[in-house]
Each structure stands twice: as structure tokens, then as C-alpha cells.
């Protein structure tokens, strides 16, 4: 009998999601529009309310714009984690400044806050920290460390729709952006597309600007207005990073089912961790306190703890079974750009660097079934009981 292969990753668009593209593609408006505006005051008032938020096409862009607002140039230093995507860094490098890389805590596999300190000098500017997975960073400890030393906070917040600490959702914290990303495979998609959330009016407005080309009013405004349509100014050489009333008619039907989604890989994720609990394997890092913490599991990063078989073998065994699973991330001082260019070394970074070499994030989305998770959980079992 052959088993159909189970992806790593899939989005989950219903008929909702076509009917509501269709209907942008018929109203005749699919660029930045109604829909656009409208996915942004009702991500706004997801996130808690009281916040700015402003659309771009893909949380790249999202956070190119909010470290260009911050004011970053040549020559500036911006911590990041190591242990992330590479869009975290390569945003630093493209206002001409450098990323300086932070190991990663191996309790949380976040930013490990403790080290964040010593790696701040005269030229640091912004923090960065990453909600790895969809577990939120201590935000209380960063934005403290922040304060201490005059920097700027922008959340890579690409894997928390949504998560909260203490009882405070991620978007609502007083730093000065949050960044969402709306990629494919994220817990809510447009495609391609991101969010970014600020309560910083100067920053906003910057942005703003900078999302459409340096035009100090957008195209949606520039066409309903009632001054006259053609006139427009630039104040900057900006950016084409707005994100389509096509792509917003997509998330808001994904905003919708967002508390769905995240309660469903919850149990997903749970289900996980009680049937894999007797394995060789360290099971992801779980929020402190349930009650005030929410996880969005948008990833399940699990270690092998056996020398018995290495995660190559491990991945090659699963795909074998016909399960598909990932690596999150390849740290950054691995990659021939990052430790090229800064000269970086494995043993500046022993806890990425030990996390690497035994990482597997295992399918965790909600177009899975129970039936699809039950093969997954034989497939790991099957490998690692019979070592
Ligand atoms: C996906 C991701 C990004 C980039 O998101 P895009 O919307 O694809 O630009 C940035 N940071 C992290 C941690 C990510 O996982």
C-alpha cells in the first residue's frame, strides 16, 4: 500500500477565501484599496486595539521599513538573534548597517536576553528580538534593557499571530514596531504579504510613506480624495511595498479564523508533546503560564537526544514514511553570507550552533487531520523505539 506524502507545510484557504478573492477580482479594484484599509483596522483591533496597522507585501519589507523609520544608516549596529530567518539580518544590511548576532537561549530558543548586553556598544541602534516559533520573548526584560541603554525595539513578530505573555498580546508591547508576516506558510496567509504594528505616531506616518514610492499620501487616498487626483509629492526615494486589496481580501477571511487556527495547532501541539514525552527527543519550549501566556505553535522544533542516529538519518527515515519535516533555522553564523562577511564561528554561538545539529521541526498546520498527525507520531516512533 502507498501512503500519500504528507508536506511539511500547507496553507488553509476554504471557500471563504475564494469567494472573497473572486468578489475583489469582479469589484474591479485589486491593488492597495477598501479591502487593504479594511484588513488593517480589523488586524489592529485583533491585536488588542490602540495600535497602528500598516499593510506592506511580505514581513521583509515590513521590517525594512520600520528600521528605516528608526532612523538606521551606515555604519549603526542592530542585534539579532542567530538563531532566525535570514530576513531578520538582511534588512540591517540593506540601510548599510551591521547586524551583530546573539546566541540563542536553549530554554526558550529565543534571543538569549542575558547575553544582549554585552554585545551593545556606542554604534548599537535597534534590538530585534524573534519570537522563535511563536513563543514570545521575555518583552518586559527587553524593553527594560532597551530603555537602559536608549535603543529601539522592533518584534520580528513573523510567527505570532497570534501569541501574548502576561497577559498582553504580542503587538501591544511599547516598542516600536511589530512586525507580521503573511507568507504562505505562516499561521494566517495572504500569499505573500505582512503587517506591520506600531503605537509610534512619527514612526507610522514615515512608513507610510516609504511603503509607496516617498508619495506623502497613498494611492487609495490619492483616488477617492477630493482634492485634485493628479497631484502628488515626493518627499523620499521610497519603496513599492504595499500590499494588494486582492492579497487583504485573503487575510481578512484568514483574521477570522486566526483563534480557530491557533486553538487547533494548540491541541495539535499538546497532543505532540504528550505522545512523543517518552522518546529520545527534547519537545519544544512551552509557554511559562497558560492561563496569561498564548502560544501560536506556529512551528514544532523538536531536538533528537540520542547519538544513535543523526538528524540527516532522521529526516531521510520520516521522508521514507512519507512525512515531510524542516529545520528552523539554519543559524545565521552558519550561512556562507553571515559568517563570511562578519567572520563569525561556531563556538561564538555553542547553544544555535549545538541546536542546529539536531533540530527537526516536525508538520504541525490545521489542514492536517488527527489521522495525518497519528502517522506522523508512528513514523517518529517507529524510528527512534527500534534504535
Ligand atoms: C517568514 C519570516 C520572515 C519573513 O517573512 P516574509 O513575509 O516572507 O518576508 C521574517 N522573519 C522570520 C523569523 C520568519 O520566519
Redesign the pocket.
Given at each position: 500500500m502507498t501512503v500519500k506524502f504528507l508536506p511539511f507545510a500547507l496553507p488553509d484557504i476554504g471557500e471563504e477565501e475564494i469567494n472573497e478573492v473572486v468578489a475583489t477580482l469582479r469589484s474591479g479594484w485589486v491593488t492597495t484599496g477598501p479591502k487593504t484599509k479594511q484588513f488593517e483596522q480589523e488586524f489592529a483591533k485583533y491585536v488588542g486595539g490602540n495600535v497602528e496597522a500598516i499593510s506592506v507585501n511580505?514581513?521583509?519589507?515590513g521590517?525594512h521599513l520600520a528600521l528605516e523609520a528608526c532612523g538606521v544608516t551606515y555604519g549603526d549596529e542592530v542585534i539579532v538573534p542567530t538563531l532566525?530567518?535570514t530576513?531578520?539580518g538582511e534588512i540591517v544590511r540593506y540601510l548599510g548597517a551591521d547586524p551583530v548576532f546573539v546566541d540563542c537561549d536553549p530554554n526558550t530558543l529565543c534571543i538569549d536576553i542575558a547575553q544582549i548586553e554585552s554585545k551593545i556598544t556606542a554604534k548599537t541602534k535597534v534590538i530585534i528580538p524573534?519570537h522563535m516559533a511563536g513563543l514570545p520573548c521575555d518583552m518586559e526584560a527587553i524593553l527594560s534593557l532597551a530603555k537602559k541603554h536608549n535603543l529601539r525595539v522592533i518584534e520580528?513578530a513573523?510567527?505570532t499571530c497570534p501569541s501574548k505573555i502576561n497577559n498582553v498580546m504580542i503587538g501591544q508591547h511599547a516598542s516600536d514596531a511589530v512586525v507580521y508576516?503573511?507568507?504562505a506558510t505562516?499561521t494566517i496567509t495572504t500569499g505573500?504579504?505582512?503587517m506591520i504594528v506600531t503605537k509610534n505616531a512619527e514612526l507610522a506616518k514615515r512608513c507610510k510613506i516609504m511603503r509607496l514610492h516617498g508619495i506623502s499620501r497613498d494611492a487609495f487616498d490619492r483616488y477617492t480624495s477630493t482634492k485634485p487626483a493628479w497631484f502628488y509629492e515626493i518627499v523620499a526615494p521610497g519603496y513599492k511595498y504595499n500590499l494588494t486589496d486582492i492579497a487583504s481580501s485573503l487575510g481578512l477571511c484568514q483574521l477570522a479564523k486566526a483563534d480557530r487556527f491557533q486553538a487547533r495547532r494548540q491541541a495539535m501541539a499538546e497532543r505532540y508533546l504528550a505522545e512523543l514525552a517518552d522518546l529520545p527527543i527534547i519537545l519544544p519550549p512551552q509557554v511559562n503560564n497558560p492561563v496569561t501566556d498564548l502560544h501560536s505553535w506556529h512551528l514544532f522544533c523538536c531536538q533528537l537526544n540520542t547519538r544513535k542516529i543523526s538528524r540527516d538519518e532522521f529526516i531521510q527515515a520520516m521522508s521514507e514514511l512519507g512525512i515531510g519535516t524542516s529545520v528552523h533555522f539554519i543559524p545565521l553564523h552558519l550561512q556562507p553570507y553571515w559568517l563570511e562577511r562578519y567572520n563569525l564561528q561556531s563556538e561564538q554561538f555553542p547553544n544555535a550552533s549545538q541546536y542546529f545539529k539536531v533540530a527537526v521541526s516536525l508538520p504541525l498546520y490545521t489542514k492536517m487531520t488527527d489521522e495525518d498527525q497519528t502517522r506522523v507520531i508512528a513514523a517518529v516512533r517507529q524510528i527512534l523505539v527500534n534504535l
Open positions: 511580505s514581513a521583509t519589507a521590517l532566525t530567518f530576513a531578520t524573534v520580528d513573523a510567527h508576516s503573511f507568507y505562516k505573500e504579504g505582512g
